[in-house]
């Protein structure tokens, strides 16, 4: 995790992409207190059921994610945003090929660190 105060620009082609899945790859950025993230579904993947202590913002940038969270089904589209409060529960499948936005406060550890198995099935 970066603890410098400068600034840091980056372009999403210079990105490192991460394989997770046959159906789910991955890109990350990281400052000091928040990660933004660029996640890429096929049609049909799925993230299993979940929590993290992190606040997380999802905005659909392209396709359709189905949430199930909090005892509902929401599907949330592109030019959509959905907020998970942290420690709540929560999985999706990919409707349609999609690619999301999120944002974690504080960054997600498991992700930095390849600790996230709930995402690695199928390798």
């Not at 603890?3 to 400052?31: C, F, H």
Request: proline share 6%.
């Amino acid at each position: 995790m970066s603890t410098s105060t400068a600034p840091k620009y980056i372009a999403w082609k210079n990105v490192e992409r991460e394989q997770l899945n046959p159906l789910i790859d991955r890109e990350m950025v990281v400052g000091a207190k928040i990660m933004l993230a660029r996640v890429l579904l096929k049609k049909g993947a799925h993230v299993p059921q979940h929590h993290h202590h992190n606040e997380q913002v999802t905005y659909i940038l392209e396709g359709a994610l189905k949430f199930a969270i909090d005892g509902k089904e929401i599907v949330v589209r592109a030019g959509e945003v959905l907020c998970i409060p942290s420690n709540m529960p929560h999985e999706a499948w990919a409707l349609e090929d999609t690619v999301d936005l999120d944002v974690f406060d504080p960054p997600r550890e498991d992700w930095l660190n390849k600790t996230d198995d709930y995402l690695r099935h199928g390798r």
